[in-house]
């Protein structure tokens, strides 16, 4: 029978170090995790597999399991048109949990937050709102699919999602070990892993699905990690006047491009580095830009990285690593 690695669930395999799942064949015997796994869960040493990640597949075997459930997992930051599409392709009893609960202000009250994702995203009173963390609505969250009688649940959603860790919280609020490998970059869960949680429910991790246009794709993985922010983050708020603009680190520019001044509010880590110029000084320029009218209390979303809330009709100007990254939705809040 082959070994699965306990971390991401790649099939191990002495061949090629290259491909998911190598492992020496000097330690195979013993080993209960990849090469990969184990330098990132003891050494912090980032890779990525280059597999294709087959979410179609992924959609349609979870479809046609008639005894499953599925948990989809939403980055707080990250709630997208994308996000709308993915949820609403799974056919299954669905759980909506938004995830990274710790990272948001206090101020953000839940009840208008789930108002919001019922309207927008997903029509359904099972939300919830967790963070693996604090341990905020994990064990309510086990308690509801238990009382729903749920026997298998798959854990979906995209890469940073926090399902691993989620997983992983799971298994330590029922005294087992956590296995699943968790970091930020795309593909760390390779292929199913199902784990037995008691004699009638099972959980099954699933690899992340891939957001091409995410910032992720357009910035070294270490870096990445570092963008995040781990904490409750503190908004920053700019007043901006006319052709001024607000730069955070080396990877966006926005700019006030209307003729009165307005508000812009970083819903982002608050230890990047935020700086006001004017307008006619030519940094970030370079990158890729669009121009937005905003009619209404809107946020500006930078995919991966969270958003800016802009609170007056107006125009902006937003660079950014790539235009993919850039969208924009009714303000959230």
């Known amino acids: 029978m082959n070994k699965k690695c306990l971390g991401c669930g790649s099939v191990l395999q002495t061949d090629s170090i290259n491909k998911e799942g190598f492992i020496k064949s000097s330690v195979y015997d013993?080993?209960?995790?990849?090469?990969?796994?184990?330098?990132?869960?003891?050494?912090?040493?980032?890779?990525v597999l280059d597999k294709k990640i087959d979410t179609d597949g992924i959609v349609r075997n979870i479809n046609s399991d008639k005894v499953a459930s599925v948990a989809f997992l939403i980055d707080a930051l990250n709630i997208n048109e994308k996000t709308k599409k993915y949820i609403n392709r799974f056919k299954n009893n669905k759980y909506i949990l938004i995830t990274k609960k710790d990272v948001l202000p206090k101020s953000l009250k839940e009840n208008k937050l789930k108002d919001y994702i019922k309207e927008n995203i997903y029509n359904t009173d099972n939300i919830m709102f967790i963070s693996s963390f604090k341990n905020y609505n994990i064990d309510e969250f086990i308690n509801k699919v238990t009382t729903d009688n749920v026997h298998r649940l798959y854990i979906v959603g995209f890469t940073n999602s926090g399902k691993s860790t989620f997983i992983n919280h799971i298994l330590t609020s029922l005294n087992k070990a956590p296995t699943i490998t968790t970091s930020s970059i795309p593909n760390t869960t390779a292929s199913y892993i199902a784990i037995k949680l008691n004699s009638k429910l099972t959980i099954v991790d699933t690899p992340g699905f891939i957001d091409n246009d995410a910032i992720y794709n357009f910035v070294n993985y270490n870096k990445m990690v570092k963008l995040y922010p781990k904490k409750e983050l503190k908004v920053k708020?700019?007043?901006v006047r006319s052709s001024y603009s607000v730069i955070v680190n080396d990877i966006l520019r926005i700019e006030n491009t209307s003729s009165k001044s307005n508000s812009f509010s970083f819903y982002m880590n608050d230890k990047l580095r935020y700086e006001?110029?004017?307008?006619?000084?030519?940094?970030?320029?370079?990158?890729p830009n669009m121009e937005y009218d905003i009619v209404e209390?809107?946020?500006?979303?930078?995919?991966?990285?969270g958003f800016?809330?802009?609170?007056k009709p107006g125009t902006v100007r937003v660079y950014a690593l790539d235009n993919k990254i850039?969208?924009?939705?009714?303000?959230m809040i």
């Open 297 to 305: 209390p809107t946020d500006i979303l930078i995919n991966g990285l």
């Open 276 to 287: 006001k110029i004017k307008s006619k000084n030519d940094k970030l320029k370079i990158l």
């Open 326 to 331: 850039i969208s924009k939705r009714k303000s």
């Open 30 to 47: 013993k080993a209960d995790y990849c090469e990969r796994c184990f330098k990132i869960i003891h050494y912090g040493e980032y890779s």
């Open 308 to 311: 800016i809330r802009i609170t």
């Open 237 to 239: 708020t700019f007043q």
